[in-house]
C-alpha cells in the first residue's frame, strides 16, 4: 500500500539539491542540460510524483536521531509532565524534561529545520507543477492538493511551536529573494494561510480515503477541524465562531461514514491496519526504504525484552499518568490497551516483569518480537497523525461549547471513546457544559497521549492535568509530579534556533522568556 508513495524515494536527492539554488559565475554561465535544476526538471508528470514523493519523505524527520539515544519526536512529549526518560545521555533531553532548554536545543533546531524543510519542497510543488504540460488536471490537481495539506501541516505544528514565524509561500531561489532573511509573520496571517491551504485542497478532487498512505479528504478536513479548535482558543481565542468551524468540519468527517474505531487498541499498532479504518493519516514506513527509527527509542532501557540489540528508554509515561486512568480502563490493560508492564525475555521468550509502565500504542510487535517469535529487529510501522478517535473528541469539544451544553451527538462521540474502553459514560442528563468540557479534556490525555497532541492542548487550553486530583489547573505555575518541573509563561512557545537567529537578525526579537 505504502509503494505508490514511495516508489518515488529514489529521486529525494535531486529535490533536497534544488532547494537551494548556487548563485552564478561567468564561468558557470553555459547552460548544461544536463544539470537538473527547478527550471528544467519539471516537465513530466513523473517529476511531480517524484516531488510530492519528496515532500512526504521529508514529514520523517520527526522520527529522525536528535544527538545520542534522542528522537525528533520526544520533543513534544518531555514538556508535558507525562513522560519521563531511563537515559541521562543527552543533555538536550535532559534540558526538555527539566523545563531549562534554550534556543541551543538540538531538538528545537531539528524540529524548526523539519518542517522548514517540508515547506521548502511544497512550494517548489505548487509552484513548478501547474506548469507541467501535457499532464492530466485530476492527476495535478490531486498533487497540488496533497502539496497544500502538507504545506499547511508543516505551517500548524510551526505556528504552535513558535508563535510568530516567516511565511514563506514560494520557493526561495537566491539572496535576492526577499524571503531569503524573512521577518516574523504575525500568527493569525499564519493561521489564515493554513486555512486557505486546507480549503484549497478540500476542492482539488481527493478521494475521502486512501490506502496508500497519501493525504485524503479525510485528512484534510480532519486537520482542518483540528486548525479551527486551535484558533478558538489561546492564542487567538476566536471563540464560538471557530468552535461552530471545528464542529462542522469534525462532524463532516463523522458523516461521511469512512471512518470508524478500531475494536481493539492493538489494530493501532498493527502494519496490516495502516492507513484505513481509524488511521485517517500517518506518516509512513517501510523497512526496505526508510525503516521507523522509533522502535528502539520506545522501549526499557536495556531491559532485555526485544529483537532490538539497542533498547533505550527515551521516552516512557511517567507511573503517576499511568494510575490516573479510571479503575478498570482497558487502555491500561498489559498489552492490550496502550501500556505494557512485562514482556517476553529477548522479544520471543519467558514473560519478563517490566515493574513500571511503557508506551505499546507505537509498539511494532513484528519487529520487536512475541511470545515462541522472534523479531526481525525492521520496523515499517507507521507514526500515526490524524486519527478517527481525535476527531469524535474535537467534535464534542466544540458542540459542547457552541451548545452551552453537550447535545446527543457530542455525548455520543464521547461514549464511543469511552465504550471501547470499556467505561460507563453518565447520562447525557448528569452534565452541565463546565463537566463535561472537563470530561472531553480528560479522554483526551488518556486517549491521546503520546502521539505528540498533549502539549499543544495544554497551550490552547492553558491548562495543565493534575494526576493526583485528576483535575485541570493553570498551565502556568503546574509542577511536573516525576522530577518537580515547573511551567512558565515562556513555555507556552519554544525558543527559535540560535543559529536560525545568528544567520537571519530579522527574525528578532526572540520569544519572551528566552535570551536573544
Known amino acids: 500500500m505504502k509503494r505508490s508513495?514511495?516508489?518515488?524515494?529514489?529521486?529525494?536527492?535531486?529535490?533536497?539539491?534544488?532547494?537551494?539554488?548556487p548563485g552564478c559565475k561567468k564561468f558557470l554561465e553555459e547552460q548544461d542540460k544536463s544539470n537538473l535544476t527547478p527550471d528544467n526538471y519539471y516537465t513530466l508528470p513523473e517529476h511531480a510524483e517524484a516531488a510530492i514523493a519528496a515532500a512526504y519523505a521529508q514529514t520523517r524527520f520527526i522520527g529522525n536521531d536528535a544527538g545520542i539515544f534522542v528522537g525528533n519526536f520526544s520533543m513534544l512529549e518531555a514538556v508535558t509532565g507525562t513522560a519521563k526518560t531511563?537515559?541521562?545521555?543527552?543533555?538536550?533531553?535532559?534540558?526538555?524534561?527539566?523545563?531549562?532548554?534554550n534556543g541551543d536545543n538540538l531538538l528545537v533546531r531539528n524540529w524548526w529545520n523539519g518542517l522548514y524543510s517540508v515547506i521548502a519542497q511544497t512550494n517548489l510543488v505548487l509552484d513548478k507543477v501547474p506548469n507541467i504540460n501535457p499532464m492530466d488536471q485530476a492527476q495535478k490537481n490531486r498533487i497540488l492538493g496533497e502539496a497544500r495539506f502538507l504545506?499547511?501541516?508543516?505551517?500548524?505544528?510551526?505556528?504552535?511551536?513558535?508563535?510568530?514565524?516567516?511565511?514563506?509561500?514560494?520557493?526561495?531561489?537566491?539572496?535576492?529573494?526577499?524571503?531569503?532573511?524573512?521577518?516574523?509573520?504575525?500568527?493569525?496571517?499564519?493561521?489564515?494561510?493554513?486555512?486557505?491551504?486546507?480549503?484549497a485542497a478540500e476542492s482539488s478532487g481527493l478521494s475521502w480515503t486512501d490506502a496508500s498512505g497519501r493525504a485524503s479528504l479525510g485528512a484534510v478536513k480532519t486537520l482542518l477541524a483540528k486548525v479551527y479548535l486551535t484558533m478558538a482558543g489561546f492564542p487567538l481565542n476566536k471563540g464560538?465562531?471557530?468552535?461552530?468551524?471545528?464542529?462542522?468540519?469534525?462532524?463532516?468527517?463523522?458523516?461521511?461514514?469512512?471512518?470508524?474505531?478500531?475494536?481493539?487498541?492493538?489494530?493501532?499498532?498493527?502494519?496490516?491496519?495502516?492507513?484505513?479504518?481509524?488511521?485517517?493519516?500517518?506518516?509512513?514506513?517501510?523497512?526496505?526504504?526508510?525503516?521507523?527509527p522509533m522502535q528502539q527509542k520506545l522501549l526499557p532501557n536495556f531491559k532485555g525484552i526485544s529483537a532490538y540489540s539497542d533498547e533505550i528508554g527515551t521516552t516512557v509515561p511517567v507511573n503517576q499518568f499511568y494510575q490516573s486512568y479510571e479503575a478498570g480502563d482497558r487502555?491500561?490493560?498489559?498489552?492490550?490497551?496502550?501500556?505494557?508492564?512485562?514482556?517476553?525475555t529477548e522479544g520471543s521468550g519467558a514473560l519478563k516483569n517490566l515493574s513500571a509502565p511503557y508506551i505499546f500504542k507505537h509498539f511494532d510487535i513484528i519487529a520487536n518480537g512475541t511470545s515462541g517469535v522472534a523479531g526481525t529487529a525492521r520496523s515499517d510501522l507507521n507514526w500515526m497523525q490524524l486519527r478517527y478517535a481525535e476527531v469524535l473528541l474535537t467534535y464534542a469539544e466544540a458542540q459542547n461549547e457552541i451548545g452551552g451544553g453537550p447535545n446527543a451527538a457530542a455525548w455520543s462521540a464521547l461514549k464511543q471513546i469511552r465504550d471501547r474502553a470499556t467505561l460507563t459514560t453518565p447520562a447525557i442528563g448528569t452534565f452541565t457544559q463546565a463537566s463535561f468540557r472537563e470530561a472531553v479534556w480528560?479522554?483526551?490525555?488518556?486517549?491521546?497521549?503520546?502521539?505528540g497532541i498533549t502539549w499543544f492542548d495544554?497551550?490552547?487550553?492553558?491548562?495543565?492535568?493534575?494526576?493526583s486530583t485528576k483535575s485541570f489547573v493553570d498551565f502556568v505555575g503546574y509542577a511536573f509530579p516525576d522530577n518537580g518541573a515547573t511551567l512558565a509563561q515562556k513555555h507556552l512557545l519554544f525558543p527559535l534556533p540560535t543559529d536560525e537567529m545568528r544567520n537571519n537578525p530579522n527574525l528578532k526579537p526572540q520569544n519572551d522568556g528566552y535570551a536573544n
Open 458 to 467: 495544554m497551550v490552547r487550553l492553558r491548562k495543565a492535568f493534575n494526576m
Open 151 to 199: 504545506r499547511a501541516w508543516a505551517y500548524f505544528y510551526a505556528v504552535r511551536l513558535w508563535g510568530d514565524i516567516p511565511l514563506i509561500t514560494k520557493p526561495v531561489a537566491d539572496a535576492s529573494s526577499p524571503d531569503f532573511y524573512p521577518s516574523r509573520t504575525p500568527q493569525e496571517t499564519v493561521y489564515n494561510q493554513i486555512v486557505a491551504d486546507l480549503t
Open 331 to 344: 487502555r491500561t490493560v498489559d498489552r492490550v490497551g496502550y501500556f505494557y508492564t512485562s514482556y517476553y
Open 86 to 101: 531511563e537515559t541521562g545521555q543527552n543533555s538536550d533531553l535532559n534540558n526538555l524534561f527539566g523545563l531549562v532548554y
Open 240 to 292: 464560538n465562531s471557530h468552535f461552530q468551524l471545528a464542529a462542522t468540519k469534525a462532524n463532516e468527517v463523522i458523516t461521511s461514514t469512512q471512518f470508524s474505531l478500531f475494536p481493539n487498541y492493538a489494530d493501532l499498532h498493527d502494519v496490516a491496519k495502516e492507513n484505513i479504518g481509524e488511521q485517517i493519516w500517518e506518516i509512513q514506513y517501510l523497512a526496505s526504504v526508510a525503516a521507523n
Open 442 to 451: 480528560k479522554e483526551r490525555w488518556y486517549e491521546l497521549c503520546y502521539e
Open 5 to 21: 508513495i514511495l516508489q518515488y524515494i529514489y529521486l529525494l536527492p535531486v529535490f533536497l539539491l534544488v532547494l537551494v539554488a
